[in-house]
């Protein structure tokens, strides 16, 4: 099985553009799965996937004729 890579706070604060403070909250109420290494955390790539696919966004799906409150369906 091939070893986890390990990011830095800031480097996935940087990748996902938010402040580093952001990841660190993420940490401590639990949502983000990371180890404290004594000279800071630092988050595996598999659990920073794992947060991305838990807070991802549902897909549009194809056929959805919806088009929001505000567009009118054209004749």
């Given at each position: 099985m091939p070893q986890d890579q390990y990011q830095t706070v800031k480097e996935v604060a940087d990748?996902?553009?938010?402040?580093e403070a952001t990841v660190r909250q993420w940490i401590k109420v639990g949502q983000l799965?990371?180890?404290n290494i004594g000279k800071g955390w630092r988050i595996a790539d598999t659990d920073?996937?794992?947060?991305?696919?838990?807070?991802?966004t549902a897909?549009?799906?194809h056929?959805?004729?919806?088009?929001g409150p505000d567009v009118e369906a054209k004749p």
């Open positions: 990748r996902l553009k938010v402040a799965r990371a180890i920073l996937n794992e947060f991305l696919r838990l807070h991802q897909s549009r799906q056929g959805d004729e919806s088009k």
